[in-house]
């Protein structure tokens, strides 16, 4: 069994259209390095210039925020979900 990464709508077009993907991971950031070397239309999208998680990009471990886990350091074991939320702005003025 391997973690599951559930891949928004947005990101879907630039990673085969697929809506979750399995990854052999243990961290959030070697996660992330697997999906960006697997797909690097989506680099700029999961991380910022300097390697670190995008700040406008929600990373979650079975519905936990991963910024309260330990960031690109935090554990994902086999069993976990991973969800990838980018940030949506918009609204009226």
Do not use: K
């Not at 239309?41 to 936990?64: I, K, M, P």
Request: hydrophobic share 40%; glycine share 10%; proline share 5%.
């Amino acid at each position: 069994m391997s973690p599951v990464v559930r891949i928004p709508t947005v990101l879907r077009p630039a990673m085969g259209g697929q809506n979750e993907i399995a990854v052999s991971g243990t961290t959030i950031g070697a996660i992330l390095t697997e999906l960006t070397t697997a797909y690097p239309a989506v680099t700029g999208q999961l991380l910022s210039e300097d390697g670190s998680l995008h700040r406008y990009l929600n990373v979650y471990v079975n519905d936990d925020d991963v910024r309260y886990l330990g960031g690109l350091d935090a554990a994902v074991a086999e069993t976990d979900e991973v969800t990838l939320l980018p940030a949506v702005a918009g609204g009226a003025n």
